[in-house]
């Protein structure tokens, strides 16, 4: 009971939200619609049984006008079946559809803003595949939550409606096995639920390592994804450097993790569904059994026999519901543990992770960094920063060799990364870093060069006009073409493209890091000429190996080597 009290608090906690939202009128409408729209369906499978018993009732009898009757109330059933079914479709999937699309939107707000989507991946915690669990996970929670709903709704639905038509017909028909009458009130419908219980709990005990294979089953599935599209996004270097028979391993092992769990899961399912399937065939003959006793005394006709059989069946669906839903259960159960955990994740990453933080203050006069440290999650030193002051229109390097923790001193005053300590004062505005490893966002050239301007918001003059003082002129005719830029732009353009978007989002503060390491002297010039030009009143802070940068910026600062760090 305690696992099962778990798992309703995460779904409620999860499906909630939707329903409590500022579209809960239309979602709640669509719900009582599918509700609705069940309840007709089961109507009609009620109607069906009644119509079974006088439509067999009226062969026996050889009632050729009853019989002719019963065939146009079945017209009628079956036009009213096939619209409810309609309507329990139609509103459900547009259920789904709303559902999932704020859902997505919610968790896609949480996850890419504030760098949470990268201080997920480097601060430890155990969630693989973020955007699959985004793109997939979801969809599969709330098809599944919708098919058990409605199933499980029917089921309640049909226990109640069947159940009466059950005790009805146990007080007309005796049970008799070998002459002597066991009957007893209710009987068909207690012998129902007793096979249908029998019937559940051999399902569990099959059924039950379903869950975990199914959980593992979609992270592996990830996995493979995330690995062969990570692939072919660098497939470049890889071709450069000869990788592909290291790739081929790691592809070979993320799909041989997912093929063993496969294996795994084919057969446990194929045993469930072994026994389901021989418990549904046996289902079809064991309720006339129960009730042909009854019919061979003369107690009850052939329609109220046939009308038990169905009524049986109906209950035993209903109250075996997990049994026949078992596979999909594990599969629901499997999504929604991955949506929990997602969710977790994005409530902890905010959240102190050790009682050390570096201090963000506000400072309407520049930029001031005192006793900077950061750290890993376990504590330990990886840059630091004694002073800096940095005023509107200043300019300043940061020198330090290869792991002197000038990525990470970037990453702290861009104020994605906040373990450490020190103090941190920043004036009112965006903060712009420019990293070493280039980002092309899918689209049109216009939509690469602004970035992470929206491209409808710069002037189109001005775009050709930075263009033209980074170097980059000759481009300007193709702003609307879309096509692989990263893969078509050589480093040094592509580092001439970083530095137009700087100019065009015009920060309060710019931080480069090596953002012009591919380009010669004469170059670099220009681009610094390009930003002092546009960008007069910015605080500009370059990060380089060397000091070669030095003449174009008004103060240098070295950080320490690794070996002088405080820990």
Not at 206 to 228: C, H, M, T, V
Not at 328 to 354: F, G, N
Not at 431 to 444: C, E, K
Not at 489 to 507: K, M, N, Y
Request: hydrophobic share 45%.
């Amino acid at each position: 009971m305690k696992q099962i009290a778990e798992v309703l608090r995460t779904f409620f906690a999860l499906a909630v939200p939707y329903f409590r939202s500022e579209e809960k009128w239309r979602a709640r409408a669509l719900l009582l619609g599918v509700i609705v729209a069940e309840f007709g369906v089961v109507y009609a499978l009620v109607a069906f049984n009644h119509w079974n018993a006088y439509f067999f009732n009226a062969i026996q009898n050889r009632d050729w006008d009853g019989f002719m009757f019963s065939l146009l109330l079945f017209c009628g059933i079956a036009l009213w079946t096939a619209t409810a079914t309609m309507a329990q479709f139609f509103l459900g999937q547009t259920l789904i559809m709303y559902w999932r699309r704020w859902m997505t939107e919610q968790y896609v707000n949480r996850w890419m803003a504030d760098g949470r989507h990268y201080r997920m991946r480097v601060l430890g915690h155990d969630v693989d595949n973020t955007h699959l669990r985004i793109a997939n996970d979801i969809l599969i929670f709330l098809q599944k939550t919708h098919d058990l709903g409605y199933n499980f709704l029917g089921s309640l639905i049909a226990l109640v409606s069947f159940a009466y038509i059950l005790w009805g017909l146990s007080s007309l028909a005796p049970f008799v096995i070998f002459g002597v009458d066991y009957a007893f009130p209710g009987y068909l419908f207690w012998i129902a639920v007793l096979y249908a219980a029998v019937g559940t709990l051999i399902a569990h005990w099959i059924g039950k390592p379903l869950i975990g294979y199914n959980f593992n089953q979609q992270r592996f599935e990830s996995d493979y994804r995330f690995a062969i599209t990570r692939a072919w996004d660098h497939s470049e270097p890889v071709a450069l450097m000869r990788g592909e028979r290291i790739e081929r391993e790691v592809l070979g092992t993320r799909f041989g993790n997912l093929v063993r769990n496969w294996t795994r899961l084919i057969r446990r399912q194929s045993g469930l569904t072994f026994f389901v399937t021989g418990y549904t065939q046996w289902s079809l003959v064991f309720p006339t059994l129960v009730a042909s006793p009854a019919y061979f005394m003369g107690a009850i006709p052939l329609g109220s026999l046939m009308q038990g059989a169905l009524a049986f069946q109906r209950v035993d669906i209903a109250f075996a519901f997990f049994l026949h839903s078992y596979a999909k259960i594990a599969e629901w159960k499997a999504s929604m543990d991955r949506i929990a955990q997602l969710d977790a994740a994005l409530s902890k990453v905010d959240r102190p992770q050790k009682p050390e933080q570096i201090s963000i203050e506000s400072n309407h006069e520049g930029l001031d960094v005192s006793d900077l440290v950061v750290t890993l999650p376990t504590g330990r030193a990886i840059a630091s920063l004694d002073k800096l002051v940095l005023r509107p229109g200043g300019r300043t390097l940061l020198t330090g060799h290869s792991g002197s923790g000038k990525s990470s001193i970037q990453r702290a005053l861009a104020g994605i990364w906040s373990l450490g300590r020190g103090k941190i004062a920043l004036p009112q505005g965006d903060v712009l870093a420019m990293p070493q490893r280039f980002y092309f966002p899918l689209g049109s050239l216009r939509t690469v060069i602004t970035y992470p301007t929206p491209a409808d918001k710069v002037d189109d003059a001005k775009l050709r006009e930075v263009l033209t003082q980074v170097g980059l002129g000759y481009l300007a005719e193709r702003l609307d073409e879309e096509a692989e830029w990263g893969a078509m732009l050589s480093g040094g353009e592509q580092q001439r493209v970083a530095i137009a978007r700087a100019i065009l989002c015009d920060p309060a503060i710019l931080i480069l890091d090596d953002s012009t390491s591919n380009l010669d002297g004469d170059a670099t010039r220009q681009m610094y000429e390009a930003i002092d030009k546009n960008l007069p009143r910015s605080m500009v802070i370059s990060l380089a190996r060397t000091d070669a940068l030095q003449t174009l910026h008004k103060d240098t600062v070295a950080l320490p080597p690794a070996t002088a760090r405080a820990t």
